[in-house]
């Protein structure tokens, strides 16, 4: 590890960086609409590219997912990673191929499979990067999910930075009680190290996570946290607008013309 | 760290009440150990967004979870909740927060990764005996890869129009799932599974369930929900999954020899797809089923 990557890997670099992502407000497209009309729509193209063999259809279904990632604002980074995956993916799966005799056929069967992967992701890209946990989480509530999760996000999305914070600092105080060593063949004996005290800090956090969950469940109790009444008020906020319609009669129009190109292409 | 050294003692099962604390666990104690498994298993995973992939051609060799954190709660405390806790708090901590939420696809990582915790938990008798909680580690991670490798070989499957005819397509697939498999048991099975969770978990045995409310785990004594009516269910979700994974198989290899008949291959040719279809379906029933039958035993027995 050269000196830039030890200054990037910093516990405090990381930890801003993850609250940058987690909390930012993100904008586009689904940000709007409601979550259930967002999960429906993803429904809707995560089990579409299954039902055809046809080119065509599947490239129509990419071109529709694509758009609906550019209209919900899909950070570049998010794509560029995407599409390197899906290209990397692809040619190591077709060099794999090549090796027990495969040919054109092999490399166009291979497009397939990935191209409805691709498809499949891109739109969970598109529906959930710009969504809300917590509206997500009433989505899945009103379509009824266990109260359990809807719990698990809202205590996730407070408790994530201080959770992360704690184990930051036990890391930390690792490194400073421990004599320095040597950096060994390819710096493997200070990554072992690192991964030794990354072992080592988890002895404390699970106790002092204990203690403050304990905490939590019994302040929750004392409040008569019950869950039923949590999941009508939060369901209670849902609506559903024109908006919602809209969009979602739009990519259903689009998909069923998605599968009419299919059989027009193929005897045209 | 340091450890007080405390003699390992077999006491047998525990009848009735010990020390005045009832046996079974309270409401607010279930959802104390699913809320620790939560948050836990998502800081464990967050660690793990820090360290960078590392990819040696195809192979992705880093470490794909923290295994010895989750094993370690399903080891002590209750494995169905605390196994049911540590996929949800990977999913919102990690997946949901840092917006790389994927839809459908977490529902079978929920699944996967609840089914290998909690039969892991059930397998370790005593938290002390390292041995077997070498053998618990192991064992999530092979179910989980193997559950999975299912999953994407079935995704081929349905995903490509005779996948069986594709020359090369079938050992390809196979061949990178099983470089896969065999990396990630070494370095999450074992690197990061067996080699922190025999120190690990004699170290907080004792220790943290008192925090929680709780008597700690007496050695020998059956945890809720961890009869050995689960090997059988084991025992019969694998048979199931390896029939339907060979069923699939020979029906490929029948095909091959079907090739030089090309009326008997358009009668039969898009039926065939029903096959990899039913296979998978087999499989995610069997998944279903079993989770649904662990619950069921759970709720009765709580």
Known sequence: ?268 | MSQTTATDERAGRIRGTVAGLPRDLSASQKLMVFVLSMALSGVANLVLEIIPDVTIGPVDVSVSYFVFVPLALVALLNPFWAALGAPIGEVIFVDLLMGDFSGLAEVEGIIQMFLALYIAGSLVRNPRNRLQIAIAAVTVVVIDKALSALVDLSKVWIGVEDAEFVEGLPESIILLEGIGYAVDILMSGILFGVIPAIWLIPALHGRIEPLLGMRPRVPGEPIQGSAPRNALFVAVALALSIASFLFAFLEAWDIELGVFEPEWLDTYGPGFIWVGIGAAAIAFLVGIALARAARGKSDAEN
């Open chain 1, 1 to 268: 590890m050269s000196r830039k990557t030890r200054d990037v890997l910093s516990v405090e670099w990381v930890k801003l960086e993850l609250i940058r992502t987690a909390y930012a407000t993100r904008g586009g497209l689904f940000a709007k609409m409601d979550a259930r009309m967002v999960i429906g729509w993803y429904l809707m193209l995560a089990v579409a590219p299954w039902l055809t063999h046809s080119f065509a259809t599947i490239i129509a279904l990419f071109v529709i997912t694509a758009v609906s990632a550019a209209l919900a604002r899909v950070g570049p980074l998010v794509l560029g990673l995407f599409l390197v995956g899906f290209v990397t993916d692809f040619l190591y799966a077709f060099l794999a191929a090549w090796m027990f005799g495969g040919d054109a056929n092999t490399a166009l069967a291979l497009v397939e499979i990935n191209l409805k992967l691709a498809t499949v992701s891109l739109a969970s890209i598109a529906a959930f990067v710009s969504l809300d946990p917590e509206k997500l989480s009433t989505g899945l509530l009103a379509l009824g999910a266990p109260e359990l999760l809807a719990f698990g996000v809202s205590y996730g999305y407070r408790m994530m930075p201080i959770l992360f914070e704690e184990f930051g600092v036990v890391f930390t105080g690792l490194r400073l009680r421990s004599a320095p060593g040597a950096r060994g063949f390819l710096g493997l004996r200070a990554l072992w190290r690192w991964g030794t005290y990354a072992v080592q800090a988890f002895y404390p956090i699970f106790l002092n996570t204990a203690k403050s969950v304990r905490t939590t469940v019994e302040s929750l109790e004392t409040r008569g946290f019950t869950a039923r009444q949590g999941r009508e008020l939060r369901i209670a906020r849902l609506s559903i607008g024109a908006l919602d319609v809209t969009v979602v009669a739009v990519t259903l129009a689009a998909v069923i013309a998605a599968f009419a190109i299919g059989p027009w292409v193929m005897t045209g």
